[in-house]
């Protein structure tokens, strides 16, 4: 099983914000995850869920994919300790003291998510924070690259 952090990009692109390509990827990607014995992890009243809970709030009346997304995402992710590891703020270790003053302070939380959960990659569009996180020895992929490989992945492989 791998443990994925993924950034805010995930609502951009499901909302369609980044457009019906970068929705449909997107989404294929949440479906792929579901499929594996892979696990998306987040933190409780982090950007990630907050950017959830507002796309929620303002798509459960609409017809289009988005209301899909939605309900897609709170049956096979939120509602499911075994797909989403959920961590409470409370509990999650200081940010690296060599990071300390290099990360943004909204993305520090994934720092600490993806050193709480023992996470194998965490998965952002900032090409200045993968750099960093990279010098630093944490695993950090951009969005392109990690959807290209994830998506080509043999299906039952890890």
């Known amino acids: 099983m791998r443990r994925l952090v993924l950034d805010e990009w995930?609502?951009?692109?499901?909302?369609?914000?980044?457009?019906?390509?970068?929705?449909?990827?997107?989404?294929?990607?949440?479906?792929?995850?579901?499929?594996?014995?892979?696990?998306?992890?987040?933190?409780?009243?982090?950007?990630?869920?907050?950017?959830?809970?507002?796309?929620?709030?303002l798509r459960v009346n609409q017809g289009?994919?988005?209301?899909?997304?939605?309900?897609?995402?709170?049956?096979?992710?939120?509602?499911?300790?075994?797909?989403?590891?959920?961590?409470?703020?409370?509990?999650?270790?200081?940010t690296p003291p060599e990071l300390e003053h290099k990360v943004k302070e909204d993305d520090r939380y994934l720092v600490r998510a993806y050193c709480a959960a023992s996470a194998d990659v965490l998965v952002t569009t900032d090409n200045p924070l993968i750099a960093m996180l990279g010098e630093c020895g944490i695993r950090c992929q951009d969005r392109d690259t990690f959807i290209l490989h994830y998506l080509e992945d043999d299906p039952g492989g890890e």
């Open 10 to 57: 995930v609502w951009a692109d499901l909302n369609g914000e980044n457009g019906e390509e970068a929705q449909r990827e997107t989404f294929r990607l949440l479906q792929r995850v579901f499929e594996k014995c892979d696990q998306l992890v987040t933190v409780k009243g982090s950007p990630f869920l907050r950017t959830y809970f507002t796309m929620m709030a």
């Open 64 to 94: 289009d994919l988005r209301r899909t997304i939605v309900r897609v995402f709170k049956a096979q992710f939120f509602q499911n300790s075994e797909k989403l590891h959920l961590l409470q703020e409370g509990s999650l270790p200081d």
